[in-house]
T-cell receptor, first 113, second 110 residues
């Protein structure tokens, strides 16, 4: 089965450090999402790309978060500087929508201390 | 703003039927998805509705009424493994922007 691959699976870092999360979408999928999930807020949409073009990143704190898709096989989400309130599970998802839905990666569990 | 509302938790007995409702008020609509998420795992795709009516997939069915901004997910012949969070999500633009409700935790008891 094709899968969305996210790295790292777990990350513990100190406040103020830079964090980079990576996602390899399924080949051929034209839409890529970044979500953040916490118990309090649920799944929040941070940013999404269509055919590698950023369409909406209004859900991201712009001063510290950035999302890019340098090529069709890689999407990145960067936090600089990280803060304890950024602790969450970050999911990447890719797909073409419709009856095929979108496939989620296993997530990156980020803890900022 | 976007509002996607679902009940927080539902409990049902093994073998029974449970219906999870979702109401939405969004600036745009281009389809509704249901996802299942077990604790500590990623969401997995269950169903998609874009036209009014019922879509059936085995033990799971999903219904949509666009005029009412309403959908439900019906789980039949409940099994213990169906204990999970069920997430309603709406595509709010033509490019596929997908926004989720808070999820409904379904607890299946013996």
């Amino acid at each position: 089965d094709a899968r969305v691959t996210q790295t790292p699976r777990h990350k513990v870092t100190e406040m103020g450090q830079e964090v980079t999360m990576r996602c390899q979408p399924i080949l051929g999928h034209n839409t890529v999402f970044w979500y953040r999930q916490t118990m309090m807020q649920g799944l929040e949409l941070l940013a999404y790309f269509r055919n590698r073009a950023p369409l909406d990143d209004s859900g991201m704190p712009k001063d510290r978060f950035s999302a890019e898709m340098p090529d069709a096989t890689l999407a990145t989400l960067k936090i600089q500087p990280s803060e304890p309130r950024d602790s969450a599970v970050y999911f990447c998802a890719s797909g073409s929508g419709g009856n095929y839905g979108y496939t989620f990666g296993s997530g990156t569990r980020l803890t900022v201390v | 703003g976007q509002n996607i509302d679902q009940p927080t938790e539902m409990t049902a007995t093994e073998g029974a039927i449970v219906q999870i409702n979702c109401t939405y008020q969004t600036s745009g609509f281009n389809g509704l998805f249901w996802y299942q998420q077990h604790a500590g795992e990623a969401p997995t795709f269950l169903s998609y509705n874009v036209l009014d009516g019922l879509e059936e997939k085995g033990r799971f069915s999903s219904f949509l009424s666009r005029s009412k901004g309403y959908s439900y997910l019906l789980l039949k012949e409940l099994q213990m493994k169906d204990s999970a969070s069920y997430l309603c999500a709406v595509t709010t633009d033509s490019w596929g922007k997908l926004q989720f409700g808070a999820g409904t935790q379904v607890v299946v008891t013996p």
